[in-house]
């Protein structure tokens, strides 16, 4: 033999191992369902969790048997998700918004035996009970509760189950190989369909976004991720928390502005994550309290296009580096994010501010390409200018949905994103659209994302999106959904006039309609598909 280096697999449970005994006093700090804050740290999260693997155990679960949550960010939830994926159990993050049919569809098709739960989500677990016949436990994330035990009587209580548990737990040597979390997409077409995450893919990934050009996480961070647990696990944050030792700030229920704003400063919070809509609330919090958000000096914004103005605001008014990243569930979620390399510090700052807009550029790990629309696999230059459908492979990238037995790759192993970007020489990403929301106007398309983007900078609307209405002559045309700022009196041809010399003349949308509310997914993303569905024939009512 000519030697060689150890192997040790890459296992969930060796991050909260390390956690706890190189980072065992740092802080976690959490908003509790009741509003109240806990603090404890990593060793006491690691000792919880171990406690409560022994309870699973107790259960007489079998490895890879599926144990869903539906909770917030919280502690108890952290150290539950440590003890299920830890003990080789897969741990199931369901969305609390979904509707009780999706709900019990996907806890039916995850087949989960246990569904621990936050108290607030007791009368959602209480209405879809009798539909789910094979969950065997129900266990509330909390301390005993006469209330919750009257509605379910077989409830256990978390805070019961670690109290009468031993803190020793002997993490098993699981193959890396083995599935370690379960996240449902949304299923905006058709039913959600699961990815499985293995404990290899979610260490790959926990480092792919640790690097410094990722969202560069260190024991310095203290790291708040508004972003839920249940949308692609946090974004892989706590995972990433416990390899580099940072702070973890746990919002809890609490999302608004106003209670985020009084996290960030209380507690000093350097990095932040989370969907545009949710910038958009704290800005307005900040703004009206007076913080200067001073601790914070980057935010991570994904899940949907960052509108320009939101990345000005942070930088000129708070001083903080926004990081414009993209991913999706099949993709763990990292697939870029958006560093600049020392070359761009030539650029001037317009050309610096430009380039930071895009979706970034792919860490190591994952690759990215562009294939033809119309001729499947042909391959599109990356000129940064060229759009085509993205497709992307990778260590932490999907192989096969849950249950399915074909694979959900090309032919030649690469995962069909269902956007369209394009890419430059430096792989730096510019998403247009998403295939479904583009808008094909008498043969050419248009980005709907532009459009947005363009009506955010417009400094009387609040929130905007942009779909396709159908039309008598050109097939379809862009229709903008208005949010207005309080007291604004902006009207129709107000807002379209200000579109005239930014896109061209036939971009232009054909109609403005604004409304009190846009209606928002679980994850916070602005639902186009029922805006399609409710303003998608106003042009054929009434053509322009
Ligand atoms: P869903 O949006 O259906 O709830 P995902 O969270 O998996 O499910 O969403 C992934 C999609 O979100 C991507 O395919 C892309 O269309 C969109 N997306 C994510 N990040 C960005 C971004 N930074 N800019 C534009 N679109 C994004």
């Known amino acids: ?5 150890m192997y040790q697999p890459l296992l969930i449970s060796s991050l909260i191992e390390h956690a706890a005994r190189y980072h065992g006093d740092t802080p976690i700090i959490s908003k509790n369902t009741d509003g109240s804050m806990s603090s404890t740290d990593w060793a006491a999260v690691a000792e919880n969790a171990k406690r409560f693997a022994n309870a699973l155990q107790a259960l007489g679960l079998e490895q890879s048997d599926r144990v869903a949550t539906i909770a917030w960010n919280n502690h108890r939830h952290l150290e539950s998700w440590y003890a299920i994926s830890g003990s080789g159990l897969v741990c ?33 677990i209480v209405g879809v009970k009798q539909h789910l016949p094979q969950v065997e436990h129900f266990i509330c994330l909390d301390a005993p509760d006469d209330a919750v035990r009257e509605k379910l009587p077989e409830v256990q209580f978390y805070d019961d189950l670690i109290a ?9 040597e699981l193959d890396e190989n083995m599935a370690s979390s379960l996240c449902y997409t949304s299923g905006t077409t058709g039913n959600p369909k699961g990815v499985l995450y293995s404990h290899r893919s979610t260490l790959l990934h926990s480092y792919g976004i640790s690097l410094p050009d990722s969202l560069n996480l260190s024991a310095k961070d203290v790291m708040l ?8 696990n946090a974004w892989g944050t706590p995972y990433a928390a416990a390899m580099v030792g940072s702070t973890l700030v746990l919002p809890g229920p609490g999302l608004d502005g106003a209670s985020l704003v009084q996290l960030i400063d209380n507690y000093k919070v350097t990095v ?29 914004v994904g899940g949907s296009a960052c509108p320009p103005a939101m990345l000005k605001t942070f930088k000129e008014q708070y001083n903080c580096d926004t990081i414009h990243a993209w991913g999706m569930t099949e993709t763990s979620p990292l697939g870029s994010a958006n560093q600049l390399k020392a ?11 430009q380039l930071r807009l895009s979706q970034g550029r792919p860490p190591f790990g994952v690759d990215l390409r562009l294939a033809s629309a119309e001729k499947g696999t042909d391959l599109l230059p990356r000129d940064g200018q060229t759009t085509g459908n993205l497709q992307i492979k990778g260590h932490w990238i999907i192989e096969r949905y849950f ?20 890419l430059n020489s430096d792989g730096f990403l510019h998403i247009s659209d998403r295939s479904k929301d583009l808008i094909k106007s008498g043969g050419e398309w248009i980005s709907s994302v532009e459009l947005e983007n363009l009506a955010m900078c417009h400094p009387e609307i609040a929130m905007a999106a942009v779909i396709a209405a159908s039309h008598p002559k050109w097939d379809e045309r862009p229709v903008v959904i208005a949010m207005k700022v309080p007291d604004s009196q902006l009207t129709e041809n107000e807002l379209l006039d200000y579109y005239a010399d930014k896109v061209a003349k036939w971009q232009i949308p054909d109609k403005v309609i604004f409304v009190d509310s846009i209606p928002l997914s679980g994850t916070g993303k602005m639902l186009k598909k029922d805006l399609r569905e409710q303003y998608g024939q106003v042009l054929m009512e009434a053509p322009v």
Do not use: C, Y
Request: no cysteine; aromatic share 8%.
């Open 1 to 5: 033999m000519l030697g060689r280096m």
């Open 92 to 124: 199931h993050t369901i969305n609390p918004r979904l509707f009780p049919e999706q709900l019990i569809f996907i806890i039916n098709d995850a087949q989960d035996r246990v569904v621990i739960f936050d108290k607030t989500f007791l009368p959602l």
């Open 164 to 172: 009468a548990q031993s803190k020793t737990f002997d993490w098993p």
């Open 225 to 232: 991720p508004v972003v839920p647990m249940f949308h692609v």
């Open 272 to 300: 932040a994550l989370g969907v545009p809509t949710i910038w958009q609330g704290l800005l307005a919090a900040a703004k009206q309290s007076g913080s200067t958000l001073e601790s914070m000096n980057r935010n991570v």
């Open 343 to 353: 070359k761009h510090e030539l650029l001037s700052p317009e050309e610096k501010t």
């Open 403 to 422: 249950g399915k037995e074909e694979s959900a790759l090309t032919s030649d192993g690469w995962f069909d994103t269902g956007d369209i970007a394009s």
